[in-house]
């Protein structure tokens, strides 16, 4: 039993290079959630999903897309890297409303 | 709208001395509480939830949160602090009729020795 895992765990980014991260989850959950955190800014909502097929924006959505094609997995595209949008990005799922189980992060920097 | 205020940014404190960390919220509906760690480099972890019931809860490494509906309060404690425990805290609430929860900005713990 994984958790949630995150690919890549390190990726240097020049502006305007587009990537996408892979978050997986092994759990069943429903909910998945993508969030970045900055210094001095707390975790930030950026996208998340109640299920397969489904997304919506959250605090932060602009310059981000996401797709969740499977349960599994939620998938954060960035298409023109900004600088930023250098941040530590976490993925995290839950069953419903009840606690979230967090990915161990990404860390990107963009130049 | 709902909020979370953690009202401390650092927190210093001597290792074997006791630990409190504060937590308030602003929200309309019964809440859910949470309290997760995240330790340098790492994803958050859960310490210990509260629904319903009992207003102590115990959680994972020696950790405790009492709710306090009157003071919309749910704070953190530990009896005796390890320098394992310097990590960032952050406390987070939801109820069962939101997908979304709401993080506070976190309290950063700094343990001397």
């Known amino acids: 039993n994984a958790g949630v895992t995150q690919t890549p765990k390190f990726r240097v980014l020049k502006t305007g290079q587009s990537m996408t991260l892979l978050c997986a989850q092994d759990m069943n959950h429903e909910y998945m959630y993508w969030y970045r955190q900055d210094p001095g800014m707390g975790l930030r909502l950026i996208h998340y999903s109640v299920g397969e097929g489904t997304t919506a924006k959250g605090e932060v959505p602009d310059g981000y897309n996401v797709s969740r094609l499977k349960k599994q997995n939620f998938l954060l595209g960035l298409e023109s890297a900004a600088p930023s949008q250098t941040s530590v990005y976490f993925c995290?799922?839950?069953?419903?409303?009840?606690?979230?189980?967090f990915g161990p992060g990404t860390r990107l920097t963009v130049t | 709208a709902q909020s979370v205020t953690q009202p401390d940014i650092h927190i210093t404190v001597s290792e074997g001395a006791s630990l409190e960390l504060r937590c308030n919220y602003s929200y309309g509906a019964t809440p859910y509480l949470f309290w997760y760690v995240q330790s340098p480099g790492q994803g958050l972890q859960l310490l210990l939830k509260y629904f319903s019931g009992d207003t102590l809860v115990q959680g994972i490494k020696g950790f405790e949160a009492e709710f306090k509906r009157s003071q919309s309060s749910f704070n953190l404690r530990k009896p005796s602090v390890h320098w394992s425990d310097a990590a960032e805290y952050f406390c987070a609430v939801t109820s069962g009729g939101s997908y979304i929860p709401t993080f506070g900005r976190g309290t950063s713990l700094i343990v001397h020795p």
């Open positions: 995290a799922s839950s069953y419903v409303a009840y606690e979230q189980y």
